[in-house]
């Protein structure tokens, strides 16, 4: 089992593009949660999916959506990139029904310049 | 709102050492207490929860619902304890996303 894993590594943005981020879940998952962490600073919860549809969100601007497919795999999707986007995405998986502990990717590490 | 304050940044000890990690939250409800670890190039995982009242690798963390913490606690530091721990809380009816504290970063010398 690969756990759960995440596309790209590394992703270098301009001010005001758009970027795609890719988690696919470790196996027999359900659930996706999107953090960012940045610099220093706990992991902060963007929003989660299950069931294809957004569960829960934090306080994340509208710039920030999400999508889970039928196979439970997500995206997150950022518009109009901020310098402050900057910032390691992580995406944790896990089986729906009570706190299940979380199962979290390697990251995917945005640079907005 | 749910909150987790882990007031050390950095917390340098020698092999052999106790260590303790502390780690305050706010809730108003029934919270679930984690601590994740995260391991120099390795991802962020689970050690362990309080709902398991287990040692793992030697830690121990207790809830105290009197004082709001779950500090993070291990009687004889190992320099491969070396890591980045993060408290972590989830709130009951319903509500199960993690709300993870800042980190503190545990260097054990040798």
């Known amino acids: 089992d690969a756990g759960v894993t995440q596309s790209p590594t590394h992703l270098i943005k301009t001010r005001g593009q758009q970027v795609t981020l890719r988690c696919s879940p470790k196996?027999?998952?359900?659930?996706v949660s999107w953090y960012q962490q940045a610099l220093g600073q706990g992991p902060q919860f963007i929003f989660q999916y299950y069931e294809e549809e957004e569960r829960q969100r934090g306080n994340f601007p509208d710039r920030f959506s999400g999508h889970q497919f039928p196979n439970y795999s997500s995206e997150l999707n950022v518009n109009a990139l901020l310098l402050g986007d900057s910032a390691l995405y992580l995406c944790?998986?896990?089986?729906?029904?009570?706190?299940?502990?979380?199962?979290f990717g390697n990251g995917t590490r945005l640079t907005v310049t | 709102a749910q909150r987790v304050t882990q007031p050390e940044k950095l917390l340098s000890v020698f092999k052999g050492a106790p260590v303790e990690l502390k780690c305050n939250y706010s809730y108003s409800g029934s919270p679930e207490l984690f601590w994740y670890v995260q391991y120099s190039r390795q991802r962020l995982q689970l050690l362990l929860r309080h709902i398991s009242r287990e040692s793992i690798k030697g830690f121990t963390a207790d809830l105290n619902k009197g004082e709001t913490s779950f500090h993070l606690k291990k009687p004889f530091a190992q320099e491969e304890d070396s890591a980045m721990y993060y408290c972590a809380l989830s709130g009951s009816g319903g509500s199960y996303i993690p709300t993870f504290g800042r980190g503190t970063s545990l260097i054990v010398h040798p």
């Open positions: 944790a998986s896990s089986f729906t029904g009570g706190s299940s502990p979380l199962h």
């Open positions: 196996s027999g998952h359900d659930t």
